[in-house]
């Protein structure tokens, strides 16, 4: 597991140079985003998988799972074009955490995420146990 790389958010892309090592230009590659982004002020890890994949998903992709420590999230957000079945799934099943739902500007290119639910006050203990 590597450590939290923060991501660079510019107008333009930034260069890659491929004669670094292949792991520098696979990070900077998925680490560059659009200032369009910049409000997520989103933090990426990267885990490589040497050991094979730990199995399928719902729709038969392979997967690879990690471990994350549940205080390492400190909020849900689902994305404006998320089923109702999954958003039904999250609200389920993360109780320790605010959830927010995006939807879409009908006048700006932006969205807004409005909170959807609040998380148990009296928890102590963070978990999202979805399967």
Same mark, same amino acid.
């Given at each position: 597991? &590597?450590?939290?790389?923060?991501? &660079?958010? !510019? ?16 990070? @900077?590659? %998925?680490?560059? @985003?659009? #200032?369009?982004? /910049? ?14 994949? #730990? ?5 038969? #992709?392979?997967? *690879? $799972? ?5 205080? /390492? ?8 074009? /998320? =089923? *109702? +079945?999954?958003?039904?799934?999250? $609200? ?8 927010? +739902? /995006?939807? %879409? =500007?009908?006048? #700006?290119?932006?969205?807004?995420? =409005?909170?959807? @639910?609040?998380?148990?006050?009296? !928890?102590?203990? @963070? =978990?999202?146990?979805?399967?």
């Amino acid at each position: 597991m &590597t450590s939290p790389v923060d991501v &660079t958010y !510019s107008d333009t892309k930034q260069p890659i140079d491929f004669n670094d090592n292949g792991i520098d230009i696979f990070r @900077k590659m %998925l680490t560059q @985003k659009s #200032n369009d982004w /910049a409000y997520e002020q989103e933090v990426r890890v990267f885990k490589s998988n040497l050991l094979g994949l #730990n199995g399928n998903d719902a729709n038969g #992709n392979r997967v *690879s $799972l990690i471990d994350i420590p549940p205080d /390492a999230i400190t909020e849900i957000l689902i994305g404006a074009h /998320a =089923s *109702s +079945e999954f958003k039904q799934l999250i $609200l389920d099943h993360c109780l320790d955490y605010d959830v927010y +739902e /995006a939807k %879409l =500007s009908n006048s #700006n290119y932006k969205l807004a995420f =409005s909170i959807i @639910k609040k998380a148990h006050l009296s !928890s102590t203990h @963070k =978990s999202c146990d979805v399967k």
